[in-house]
């Protein structure tokens, strides 16, 4: 009599490979989850570092100024941070984003971030690319989760219009 191997695989074979498995990723999703959380806030952090380079940019290039500001719509400032960013240049060197100036680059925040910035002014540079104002600017990025792990990044924008970072520890 001729004996036939059949390919593939048993059904009790099947259960325990997706049983270990379930088993690996509900060990892994966890640290996945803090993953995500890591590279959410890195990215905010480098595109609000990209909005304030540009700003000072077109500052220095149109010899009038510009800035970057908290926006909802993407078409006036209302220091609405969390929403989105804007980066503008200062056509009329009043230091605030009015009709007919240039609205640069906009950018919508993750909604797994929470970022809170300065009033609805924001940083404002002149035409030397110095900042405007006497202190410091800050910009605060944090994911919504944190389980006190440090992932809350504090971007300064000095005097200079030099942006500096820290890592803090959420509360």
Avoid: H
């Avoid at 259960?15 to 806030?41: D, E, G, H, K, W």
């Avoid at 940019?57 to 908290?70: D, F, L, P, T």
């Amino acid at each position: 009599m001729y004996s036939r191997r059949s390919n593939g695989f048993t059904l009790v074979e099947l259960m325990i490979t997706v049983a270990v498995v379930a088993i690996l990723a509900a060990i892994a999703f966890p640290s996945f989850q803090s993953t995500l959380r890591s590279n959410r806030v890195a990215s905010a952090s480098n595109e609000v570092s990209g909005l304030v380079a540009l700003a000072r940019s077109e500052a220095i290039r149109n010899k009038r100024g510009g800035g970057v500001c908290g926006s909802t719509s993407g078409t006036t400032c209302d220091g609405a941070w969390g929403k989105g960013m804007l980066a503008w240049s200062d056509v009329n060197s009043d230091g605030a984003l009015g009709a007919g100036e240039v609205v640069l680059r906009f950018v919508v925040v993750n909604p797994a971030i929470t970022a809170s910035g300065p009033n609805a002014a924001g940083i404002t540079f002149d035409a030397r690319g110095r900042r405007v104002g006497a202190e410091p600017k800050q910009v605060v990025l944090q994911p919504t989760s944190c389980n006190k792990q440090a992932l809350v990044r504090r971007l300064t924008v000095n005097a200079s219009g030099q942006i500096s970072t820290a890592k803090e520890s959420c509360a």
